[in-house]
């Protein structure tokens, strides 16, 4: 069965620091990358994307991801954090030919200190 | 421009009661999605329906626990005679097409069993 799996369950930075929180998946074969953002209080929102092309994807509000095949990785970037950023972030995987299911990550909870 | 509709959003059931849970896609999806999400754990898939079809129910319990999505009105997901395991967040989410890997989640019901 395939798995998703997020390095660290809390991440606490200040503001300006830069992010990167790590995902890795377990499947072979080709994959669908998400990254899901949920603030406190509000529904999951759909922060970035990956279905094929350029292995570099840009999200909203300055975050981006790296898709790195051989290294089943799709880690999470940003340069500088704000207060505002604070969150709970999901991976998700899409195994194609697993039909359309998302396979989550436990999620990482940052907190940024202003 | 509705987003996915879930109610209510909070449950409390005693044991051995029913919940029902609903779920209106957004405006011209008609694929919709159940998640489950425990404590501590990232969103683990239940179920996938199209109108009137169960595309995917790999990720149900054998018993107690049921989805429909009806030609006219929201997805229901029905737990029967709850346990207090079943006190998590459910989330509902929807895409357009079977084709469509992007889904949209709603707010979600948290049902918590007394």
């Known amino acids: 069965a395939q798995s998703v799996s997020q390095h660290n369950h809390h991440v606490i930075l200040s503001e300006a620091a830069s992010l990167e929180l790590g995902c890795n998946y377990s499947y072979g074969g080709t994959v669908n990358l998400f990254w899901y953002v949920q603030y406190p209080g509000q529904h999951l929102q759909l922060l970035l994307k990956?279905?094929?092309?350029?292995?570099l994807v840009k999200g909203i509000k300055g975050f981006e991801a790296e898709f790195i095949k051989s290294k089943f990785s799709f880690n999470l970037r940003k340069p500088s954090v704000q207060w505002s950023d604070t969150a709970e972030y999901f991976c998700a995987v899409n195994a194609l030919g697993y039909g359309n299911k998302l396979v989550f990550g436990a999620g990482t909870i940052l907190r940024v200190k202003s | 421009n509705a987003g996915v509709m879930q109610n209510p959003r909070h449950l409390v059931r005693r044991r051995g009661q029913e919940a029902r849970l609903r779920c209106s896609p957004m405006k011209g999806h008609s694929h919709v999605y159940w998640y489950r999400q425990l404590p501590e754990e990232g969103l683990k898939f239940m179920v996938y329906?199209?109108?009137?079809?169960?595309?995917?129910e790999s990720g149900m319990p054998k018993e107690r626990f049921s989805a429909e999505f009806p030609k006219e009105g929201p997805s229901i997901l029905r737990i029967q005679q709850v346990v207090r395991g079943d006190s998590a967040a459910y989330f509902c989410?929807?895409?357009?097409?079977?084709?469509?890997?992007?889904?949209?989640f709603g707010p979600g019901t948290r049902l918590t069993v007394t």
């Open positions: 329906l199209q109108k009137e079809n169960i595309i995917d």
């Open positions: 989410a929807s895409s357009p097409s079977d084709t469509s890997y992007e889904q949209y």
């Open positions: 990956y279905f094929s092309g350029d292995p």
